[in-house]
């Protein structure tokens, strides 16, 4: 029988999945892309042609027979649920009949990759917005991430939607004018703001649609305008106020050796919002090391899939 001598790591995300494979050393060989693995939003016969497509291509790209992996992580959102393991397991043995299968929720590979271990919180500003930690009894807390009409709070959804409000309350007179009426009705190629009301009903108030407007918000902050910075740096202390939620919970002691971790576009690549979060956490938790991630989550599944392989560590 082959040896182990290989690993895989999977992001399974919404509409996509990304995995790896990587040596024993944590080496990445080769990586592929395929449609969604998430068994929630997805039939069984998706997943499983999915994710057969994807181990075939890693495999074949790194030279290798099934029976060499010796370990695999999900991380999908959901599947870390005791009633969706068993059937996971399943579906990646009739592919990797060897490998030892850890599904986790995609928020740990997203930590481990950004902190090299699963220990320390993750906040993530993309669409929406959630804060995750683990501690080192493998304890783990969330806040956030309750969608959009009951949450979200610092997104590009949060974000934008203060923006269209923004307008609306510049054009009754409620505030001053704004610099993000001219950008956002340009770039919708509309002349005035109630023609807004036309927009989120023809993209039936589409989430994502709605939170691409973020980056303009970002644009308004950066040349100036007051309304555009006081709604970036209110939505950044919520980020704050999130982060400060779990982190009272998984180190109630006041320990100081982890790191908070920023991921999605709002917080990653926008540096002045990754500043005034940053600014808005410092008053919060003092003493606290808040990073851009080190690694990928895909990478952070792979570091999960070796450890597992070598030390039968698995996260709770």
């Known amino acids: 029988m082959a040896s182990a001598d290989f690993v895989i790591g999977i992001d399974g995300g919404g509409t996509k999945t990304l995995g790896a494979i990587a040596n024993l050393s944590g080496e990445i060989i ?16 998706v997943v499983r042609e999915n994710l057969g497509s994807l181990t075939s291509h890693l495999l074949g790209a790194a030279g290798a027979s099934a029976e060499q992996v010796g370990a695999i992580c999900l991380g999908m959102a959901g599947v870390d649920r005791p009633e969706d393991k068993p059937m996971i397991k399943g579906l990646v043995n009739e592919f990797l009949p060897r490998a030892e299968v850890l599904p986790v929720n995609d928020g740990v590979i997203a930590l481990t990759g950004g902190a090299l271990r699963p220990y320390g919180i993750i906040v993530i500003s993309g669409t929406g917005s959630i804060a995750f930690g683990i501690n080192e009894n493998a304890e783990r807390v969330r806040a956030g991430g309750w969608g959009h009409i009951l949450g979200d709070e610092g997104s590009g959804y949060t974000i934008a939607l203060r923006g269209l409000r923004a307008i609306m309350r510049a054009h009754d007179g409620r505030i001053a004018p704004t610099r993000l009426q001219n950008l956002i009705l340009d770039h919708l190629h509309l002349e005035r703001p109630d023609q807004l009301l036309g927009w989120i009903r023809d993209i039936n108030a589409n989430k994502a649609e709605i939170a691409a407007l973020s980056r303009l ?92 392989l070598k030390n039968g560590t698995v996260v709770a």
């Open 30 to 45: 080769s990586q592929y892309e395929v449609g969604s693995t998430n068994p929630h939003s997805n039939s069984l016969d």
């Open 217 to 308: 918000v970002h644009q308004a902050a950066a040349e100036g305008d007051a309304t555009a910075k006081q709604i970036l740096t209110s939505e950044a202390a919520e980020l704050a106020e999130i982060v400060e939620a779990v982190a009272r919970k998984l180190f109630p002691a006041g320990e100081k050796d982890y790191d908070v971790i920023v991921a999605g576009g709002n917080l990653r690549k926008a540096d002045a919002y990754f500043e005034m979060f940053r600014s808005a956490l410092a008053q919060r938790l003092p003493g606290i090391d808040i990073i851009r991630p080190r690694k990928e989550p895909v990478e952070g599944a792979v570091i999960l899939a070796i450890d597992l």
